[in-house]
């Protein structure tokens, strides 16, 4: 006991320092390490003449452009992208990638490229996380680190489905190669959905305003975020909502169904406490693994947000499959316009499900106070236009 003392007394007056930094382990004790047979490659955009002109020729409506076609083993470790019009003209949304491993026919990544690094419903604005970032000049520079090794090849192709040209489009592809990728080294893995939910048919009965509150004991209706065949472990989320009422929309909580469970054995308190964050935020943060880049600056909580959630310290690990949900509001009760792009890792590359078509990809309006006033115009026909209908009345 006197030993185990003494030592407990020498690491705190800082005794131990050596033996503890001879242990180090992490980023920048790692970043450190001599490596062996590693070469640095790169696939851009760069002037092939050794001109200026360092972007792609025009990517034409309905055109598909391979950006890189890497054969042999190794592991993209950064991606930069930058393109023009803006958002005005060329719509993020509308500009699918796709990426594809190991000579497969079927993509393991496919999302908008604005969603995908971060950017919602064709908007541009600044963002900086662990994996992922936009900006800074009002987030025209798109930046990704997520770690995507292969071993018998790699694809990375955009398809031009706005309905104007990409003028120019910048990218780099950083990638390290070798002569062969270690066995336990997963495949990346990314997907884009939608959904304009439906509420309840009494309703939408948030916070008891309209109706009785019920209960979800199976998370049935709720909003599925990834639908994963396989063994791996999820590790990141982008969540972009566009709420129609002022009405609070996080009360919904995460679900999720590991291994074909039937009951969801990781169950959250509500949407924000999943994004890490309380109390129903309404202010711009950013953290290395969570945070709120866009938030709404409208009638309560009426219009868009994006929020974000790296699973970088604690992965969500599955050996069959995954399914992750999220309840629209609490029960499901309210109307939303919600869109994700989850981002896991897999033992082997496999095909994502099909993403929302163009259609089914197509903005809502914003609500504006013009809407609003012919809402309360029909609420007062409604109980007969008196004088003294102020919308407080039981």
């Given at each position: ?18 033996y503890s930094q001879t242990n180090m382990t992490g980023e920048m004790f790692d970043l450190a390490k001599m490596k062996d047979g590693l070469r640095n490659r790169r696939v851009s ?14 990517v034409q409506p309905g055109e598909t452009r391979v950006l890189a076609d890497i054969q042999g083993a190794g592991v993209i470790n950064h991606i930069w992208i930058t393109m023009s ?310």
């Open positions: 006991m006197k030993k185990i003392y003494l030592c407990l007394m020498l690491l705190l007056m800082g005794v131990g320092v050596s955009s760069y002037d092939r003449s050794g001109n200026n002109r360092d972007h792609l020729s025009p019009p803006g958002p005005g003209e060329l719509s993020r949304n509308d500009i699918i990638l796709r990426m594809y491993w190991d000579g497969n026919e079927q993509p393991s990544v496919v999302s908008p490229i604005g969603p995908f690094f971060g950017q919602g419903w064709n908007e541009q604005y600044n963002y900086a996380s662990f994996a992922l970032s936009s900006g800074p000049n009002g987030g025209t520079g798109l930046s990704c680190y997520f770690a995507m090794p292969f071993a018998k090849g790699a694809r990375i192709e955009i398809e031009n489905q706005t309905d104007v040209a990409i003028g120019a489009f910048y990218y780099y592809i950083d990638y390290v190669e070798m002569k062969k990728l270690p066995e336990d080294m997963g495949r990346f893995h990314a997907w884009f959905n939608r959904e304009i939910t439906e509420a309840l048919p009494e309703g939408e009965t948030e916070w008891g305003s309209v109706g009785k509150q019920t209960e979800n004991k199976d998370g049935a209706g709720n909003y599925a975020f990834a639908d994963i065949k396989g063994k791996g472990h999820f590790v990141g989320l982008n969540y972009y909502v566009q709420c129609p009422t002022p009405m609070w929309y996080g009360e919904g909580d995460d679900m999720w169904f590991i291994d074909g469970e039937e009951k969801a054995s990781l169950l959250g308190t509500g949407t924000e406490d999943l994004f890490n964050t309380a109390w129903c935020p309404k202010e711009p943060y950013q953290n290395l693994y969570f945070g709120y880049p866009r938030v709404n600056n409208d009638v309560g909580f009426l219009g868009r947000t994006h929020i974000y959630r790296f699973f970088i310290q604690d992965p969500i690990f599955f050996e069959k499959g995954l399914k992750a949900t999220i309840e629209h509001g609490h029960n499901n009760c309210l109307t939303l316009d919600l869109a994700t792009v989850a981002y896991w890792y897999q033992d082997k590359a496999t095909a994502v499900p099909a993403i929302p078509d163009k259609v089914g990809r197509k903005l809502k309006p914003m609500i504006d106070g013009v809407m609003m006033h012919k809402w309360r115009h029909e609420w007062r026909k409604n109980h007969g236009n008196a004088p003294d209908l102020w919308g407080d009345e039981q």
